[in-house]
């Protein structure tokens, strides 16, 4: 273990060298800020100064990027504190930055981070007052996962765009460009620098239970386009993207949060499918590349993990791929990278394989020390450990971290959630809903012939925590549209009692929209959308999921896609159901028979219009 007193500052030295050493780190970090970001980015030589100063304890904590609960840098709320204690062994995101010296700090909404825009803001500069405030003090990297879809950090009143493969069915760049470019504006002006987006798989397996919509696809070009447009968009706006998960995780059908997928290609399908828009997202200068917890045998037959694979980060990645940007690891305390080697091992292996940043361990204490012993035992070097630390404190300068580390209530004012960024969003989502069937042309539904609406189906929880749910916003959007519209939450898997209840509602209603979640042969779901056809009322399913739900239901008149169930796609889907916008959309995924899966039902491209 190593000494409390020692972890809490990072430093060894006596006081009068300690304060020579954090003045002349403040002179190095200051003719940083007046150099400018570019300037700064290209200067190694002030980075490589900074970096020699620093302590082995400095070192080791700019590797790691660690989350941290609390809606503030210094006065979370009690509860908050009792798990930081149990977790992470600290009280605040203070005092987690004055112990190990963390390059970086993740924002969750479970963990509080992320209530509002203008607390995010002031979390943002109370985690920089505290980082900078230190000796030698750096600016800290603030990172989250605001892919948007189904996988959004950042709530409303933020803007909320449609998910990749909404923005796939679109197929246009340069909404992608424009997604990238007003998210990451509203991310910066929050103090959020670097976001784990956009993902660059290719979504080939209809039964991926981790990546499906969060992919912009299963063609890779169409993937590469998209990618390489998000991450102009996202880069040009100050925010480093992250193009996630490398080598590819869109064939795998099991999810590496809970355990470890192996990807069966050969080099030469790797190389077709996978490898594309990783290479053009290298060619756009993507700031970052997130690794993947699975196995690829063609790529590096030692069993390991992608994470831990010298092969696969160095050889292909670094080398072959020509990339000199950060790396980051997948979270730490996935299974994926846990089944092969212990959590101590793991960190370490990592940075062997050619890791930047450590990406939640779920033992920062036994991570950060396994670190430390393997420079001390000689496993590591420091100057390995300083090749990743210039490529971190080089995108921090990138992105004017040395410069202003600091954001404003007024910027986010001016910034996160104005009227012009949410009328693109929803313009952006109305050219995304793919229409896949409407026998007799259905749609779009008279407001004359059926003015009372029932809407039923799945509710699942919102993303961000402030969208949804699911029915309602369907219900309220169509009565704004003109209609009459009531909700009725069934869920993803009604009881027959339910699914009466829901039959003897739609008898009072002439029409009926169901939404449908990720509908299986044996599904609940698919008796219900059955039964309510039964009825002889003309139904509508809305897949708020995943597009294959079609495959399963042969009876509905009228089947849409919205690639996710938050409230922009909802309004465009409803729009599309009311003629008020013609449905656009072409699937990015291929659609397979649900009674012969090696049929295909529905090609990439497919879609209907009015």
């Known amino acids: 273990m190593h000494d409390t007193g020692t972890a809490s500052t990072g430093n060894t030295a006596q006081p009068s060298r300690r304060t020579l050493l954090a003045a002349t780190a403040a002179t190095a970090t200051a003719a940083l800020a007046a150099a400018g970001p570019a300037h700064a980015a290209q200067d190694d030589g002030r980075l490589r100064a900074l970096i020699s100063r620093m302590t082995l304890e400095e070192k080791v904590g700019q590797l790691f990027v660690m989350r941290v609960y609390g809606h503030s840098a210094t006065a979370p709320d009690q509860a908050d504190i009792d798990a930081n204690l149990k977790e992470i062994g600290v009280r605040t995101a203070a005092e987690l930055l004055a112990k190990y010296r963390v390059g970086g700090i993740i924002y969750f909404a479970w963990a509080h981070n992320t209530r509002e825009p203008h607390q995010i803001a002031e979390l943002s500069d109370g985690i920089q007052r505290a980082s900078l405030g230190l000796p030698r003090g750096l600016p800290v990297l603030i990172s989250t996962d605001q892919e948007h879809g189904i996988v959004a950090r950042v709530g409303r009143p933020a803007t909320l765009f449609p998910g990749a493969m909404a923005v796939g069915a679109g197929g246009s760049r340069s909404d992608a460009r424009t997604l990238g470019r007003i998210a990451g ?5 929050m103090g959020i620098r670097q976001d784990y987006s956009p993902v660059a798989d290719v979504n080939v397996n209809p039964a991926n239970p981790v990546i499906g919509v969060r992919s912009f696809g299963a063609d890779p070009r169409a993937v590469s386009a998209l990618v390489a447009a998000e991450v102009a968009g996202y880069q ?340 599309v159901i009311a003629g008020r916008i013609k449905p656009r959309g072409r699937l990015p995924v291929a659609v397979q028979r649900a009674d012969d899966p090696e049929q295909v039902l529905y090609p990439i491209g497919y879609g209907l219009s009015y």
């Open 185 to 189: 504006a509203e991310l910066r002006a």
């Open 236 to 575: 040009g706006s100050g925010v480093a993207a992250t193009a996630k998960h490398f080598p590819g995780h869109g064939d795998t059908n099991v999810d590496s949060h809970t355990g470890f997928p192996t990807i069966t290609h050969s080099r030469e399908l790797w190389e077709r499918l996978d490898a594309p828009p990783f290479r053009a997202a290298i060619a756009a200068g993507i700031d970052s590349v997130m690794t993947a917890h699975l196995m690829v045998p063609a790529l590096d037959g030692s069993g390991d993990p992608a994470t831990l694979s010298r092969p696969i980060l160095t050889g292909i990645l670094r080398e072959r791929l020509g990339y000199d940007g950060v790396v980051v690891t997948d979270s730490l305390g996935m299974e994926g990278v846990r089944t092969k080697y212990g959590d101590a091992r793991v960190p370490v292996l990592a940075l062997k394989a050619g890791v930047d940043q450590l990406l939640n361990p779920p033992d920062l204490d036994l991570a950060w020390n396994a670190v430390l012993t393997a420079v001390r035992e000689g496993e590591l070097t420091e100057a390995r450990l300083d090749e990743s630390i210039l490529r971190v404190l080089r995108l921090k300068a990138e992105l004017g971290l040395f410069r202003s580390p600091y954001v404003t209530q007024g910027g986010v004012d001016r910034t996160v959630g104005t009227r012009a960024h949410r009328a693109a969003a929803d313009r952006i989502a109305g050219r995304t809903t793919t229409l896949l069937v409407n026998e007799r042309r259905l749609l779009p539904l008279s407001r004359r012939r059926y003015p009372r609406v029932l809407v039923v189906g799945a509710d699942p929880a919102s993303p961000t925590g402030t969208t949804g749910p699911p029915t309602g916003v369907l219900a309220g959007a169509l009565t704004g549209l003109g209609f009459t519209a009531t909700a009725l939450s069934t869920g993803t898997a009604p009881s027959a009692a339910t699914i009466a209840k829901a039959v003897a509602a739609a008898r009072d209603a002439d029409a009926v929209v169901a939404a449908t979640y990720n509908v299986t042969a044996s599904s609940s779901q698919k008796a219900l959308v059955e039964q309510l056809v039964a009825t002889g009322r003309p139904v509508v399913a809305v897949a708020v999921r995943n597009p294959y739900d079609v495959a399963h239901l042969p009876s509905v008149p009228a089947c849409l896609a919205a690639y996710s169930w938050t409230d922009v796609e909802l309004r465009a889907a409803a729009r």
